[in-house]
């Protein structure tokens, strides 16, 4: 709801301010429209769906880890189909962002929580 809000609050202000006017016929295109319906089901539907899964069957530690890993698939994805640079600096932060997360992922749940989980399990059976 608070997306559908934003969105259509920002329309006004863009309508408002004439951003209407910018807006070409190109961008409404078949090659637009397919990348657009393309976003809407791989980058909405099935990554939603997706994480609602891993919610439900990964320890949220690890679904955490989304937030880190997206920025560096994005560069890289740049990188191979757009031809966009990669920097030293670039690869440096990913390096950095990808040891993170392994060691985030790398961490095993403590002895204490792993017991209790255990007995919680065997209690709702």
Known sequence: MQM?????????VGLATGEAGAVHRDAFGAEPLL?????????????????????????????????????????????????EAVTSTTVVAGTAIIVAVVLIVGVKAPVARVKLRARLATLTS
Do not use: D, E
């Open 4 to 12: 559908l809000s934003a969105g259509a609050l920002l329309g006004i």
């Open 35 to 83: 990348a657009f319906a393309f976003l809407v089901v791989f980058g909405s539907l099935f990554a939603f769906s997706a994480y609602a899964w891993l919610l439900k069957n990964v320890r949220i530690s690890v679904v955490a880890t989304y937030a880190f890993v997206n920025p560096v698939v994005a560069v890289a994805l740049g990188a191979a189909f757009l031809g």
